[in-house]
């Protein structure tokens, strides 16, 4: 059976996917149409319910719910992985709702934390998240949401940090932080759901096993990084929750969406949201 696939460019998503999509493990029947993306694009095809499986971010899922089932395997969550508010200079905390500030998508896992934490900073600006250090380097947000590997690299560019949203998170609900989930469509058979599910495991499984097994694949998409970064963005986002969410995980994701629904920053979800093991 051959299902449309959307991930992510990122190290984290070709490292885990890496051997599904190679034929390093049994695909137990399945096969792949990939499609790959920056995960605001995949949110934005998410919402028109063009792919089989797909990387998202948690705020997106939440918009789709009624078309989508989260994976137990695939997510990015975690501790001390959270988006950081970052500026040129010095920022209060009584400052940001007064601020310009760039984010990597409205539908972006660390808009809606922002949006949690600062819910009158509503002065925001779409940009690529690679685009962001720059964009508040050359004046023209006074503030950036980074995302992904440019939490490694915004020092080096003389930037500040004004608040790390996973760590506000943390500290606020004791939960680890969900960014990213692997959902699938609904329609699906219950019994290729499971199955997705079990191969999606066993190549993150396989990945870790074998970690430079993936190499070739990874830095074909992340061209511009260096080998270190492209490490340490595997190692932040990949762990114990991506091969399964267990009870903590799931906790943390119905704690994001209870506090975001209390806000009413996202629509009512009332579906089951996890698939059924």
Known sequence: MKLKLGISTCPNDTFMFDALLHNKIDTQGLSFDLFMADVEELNKRALNKSLDITK???????????NYLLLDAGSALGYKNGPLLISKHKVYAD???????????????ANLLLSIAYPKAQNKIEYLFSDIED???????????????????YQQKGLKKI????????????YPIPLGAIAVNRELPVDIQKKINCVLR??????????????????????EMEQDVMYKHIKLYVNNFSIDLGHDGKQAINELFSKAQELNVIPKINKQIFINK
């Open 163 to 174: 608040i790390d949203l996973g760590k506000y998170w943390e500290q606020t609900t004791k």
């Open 95 to 109: 400052e940001i709702d007064s601020l310009k500030i760039a984010i990597p998508g409205k539908l972006t896992t």
């Open 56 to 66: 998202l971010s948690y705020h997106a899922y939440s918009y789709v719910s009624d």
């Open 202 to 223: 066993k190549s993150i499984e396989y990945a870790f096993e074998n970690p430079k097994s993936s190499y070739d694949f990874i830095r074909q998409y992340a061209q």
């Open 135 to 153: 964009v508040v380097l050359s004046n023209e947000c006074d503030a950036g949401l980074i995302i992904h590997e440019n939490r490694f690299t």
